[in-house]
């Protein structure tokens, strides 16, 4: 099975930018589809975005569909999430998800292993 471990968090203010990464062991990652999640104090988690295994298939969230990008490196193992123009309202803690298959999904429930997450607070 893979694991997975992000990094990249950190304080930034509103319209900075931060690049998240996460790094996959363990598995072979090109198997596996990936997914970006985060959740905010009090509120149920959110699908942020997704890649597929070749990385030629992505889907971002309407929230962030114009200033975050996803992509992934599979001879390096990582997936990474560059967010730019960042608002308050992105603060959240970030998880990185993989999902055996090839499809991207934005469900939760879909992914089969999880990051510890990292966190993203961004001031006004």
């Known amino acids: 099975q893979v694991q997975v471990k992000e990094s990249g968090g950190g304080l930034v203010q509103a319209g900075g930018s931060l690049r998240l990464s996460c790094a996959a062991s363990?598995?072979?990652?090109?198997?596996?589809?990936m997914g970006w999640f985060r959740q905010a104090p009090g509120k149920e988690r959110e699908f942020v975005a997704s890649?597929?295994?070749?990385?030629?298939?992505?889907s971002l969230a309407g929230s962030v569909k114009d200033r975050f990008t996803i992509s992934r490196d599979n001879t390096k193992t990582t997936v990474a999430l560059q967010m730019n123009s960042l608002k308050p309202e992105d603060t959240a803690v970030y998880y990185c998800?993989?999902?055996?298959?090839?499809?991207?999904?934005?469900?939760?429930?879909?992914?089969?292993?999880w990051g510890q997450g990292t966190q993203v607070t961004v001031s006004s």
């Open positions: 998800a993989a999902r055996r298959g090839s499809q991207v999904t934005a469900t939760p429930g879909d992914y089969d292993y």
């Open positions: 363990g598995g072979t990652f090109s198997t596996y589809a």
């Open positions: 890649i597929s295994r070749g990385g030629t298939s992505t």
